[in-house]
């Protein structure tokens, strides 16, 4: 399996079957890794049935609602729901496939793009800010995200050549992938903020590969700063204040890393074509 495949729980009614394997062979076909349950083997009186659908979508962190009647007529399509909207780490979006299926289809594999691009996140920071930088690199594994970090992109790179300009136009690439559609996290302190290192050259090629990117992916600066240093976005370059950052303050790290998360997914949720979140306003 590959390491960047995703995994995606299909939320439907066994009546769908038919529609929702047309779903599933579209998912393999592009290599994700559709969750498809049409449990005929459990009666829907089992007492374990809930215990094991619940279970199963606690280990998942992306999931697609099937709509359609059948679906909301769905007594474990209901629980189903239910448990997603309650599971802070679950990304849930809505597809009909009852009207105008096939277009719906189409519109779906735009979709499908836009989230594989967006479950994509690359984290930079210098040596200063490592620690911090690997707890948030963790943190985004927990989500689901496929985390890479500069220091991890940079290793596999020099190992290939020993020649500089060709690794260095390798890591341009492989940071235009990311900002191309998926999330680049850049982590600015007072202290790499003072010096000018040989890591400021990355958020430079992300800007620069934002600017001339067709799928605009995001850039998100996070600021890690002390309780004795509230000015925290002057640290920001004036071409990058377009993009809202997030603090993390090194007394209360978990806090901001909550933050960091509900950043994410509000991300994830956006710009998705036909999808909508199903989360109950």
């Given at each position: 399996m590959r390491d960047d495949k995703l995994t995606i729980f299909l939320c439907h009614s066994g009546k769908d079957i038919e529609r929702v394997r047309k779903i599933r062979d579209i998912l393999e076909y592009l290599e994700c890794e559709p969750i498809v349950f049409f449990l005929k083997c459990l009666d829907d009186d089992d007492a374990n049935l809930e215990e094991f659908l619940k279970k199963e979508i606690k280990a998942r962190n992306i999931f697609l609602y099937c709509k359609s009647k059948n679906s909301e007529n769905s007594k474990w399509v209901k629980t189903e729901l239910e448990f997603i909207r309650s599971f802070d780490k679950a990304r849930c979006y809505e597809l009909?496939?009852?009207?105008?299926?096939?277009l719906n289809i189409i519109y779906f594999l735009y979709a499908l793009s836009d989230i594989i691009r967006r479950n994509r996140v690359l984290v930079c920071c210098t040596p200063s800010e490592q620690e911090i930088g690997e707890r948030i690199i963790n943190y985004c594994r927990n989500l689901g995200y496929?985390?890479?970090s500069?220091?991890?992109?940079?290793?596999?790179?020099?190992?290939?050549?020993?020649?500089?300009e060709k690794s260095e136009e390798e890591i341009k690439l492989e940071i235009d992938r990311y900002v191309n559609g998926g999330i680049f996290i850049w982590l600015i302190s007072p202290t790499s903020a003072k010096k000018s290192t040989r890591y400021s050259r990355f958020p430079e090629y992300a800007y620069e590969s934002y600017e001339r990117g067709e799928r605009k992916g995001i850039i998100l600066p996070v600021?890690?700063?002390?309780?004795?240093?509230?000015?925290g976005t002057m640290l920001i370059p004036e071409s990058f204040r377009q993009f809202p950052p997030c603090t993390i303050n090194i007394k209360n790290v978990e806090e901001g890393l909550?933050?960091?998360?509900?950043?994410?997914?509000e991300i994830g949720l956006s710009s998705i074509y036909t999808y909508k979140d199903t989360k109950e306003k």
């Open positions: 009909d496939i009852e009207s105008d299926f096939n496929k985390t890479k500069i220091f991890d992109m940079r290793k596999e790179i020099y190992c290939k050549t020993d020649n500089y600021i890690v700063k002390s309780t004795a240093f509230n000015r909550s933050e960091l998360g509900k950043r994410l997914k």
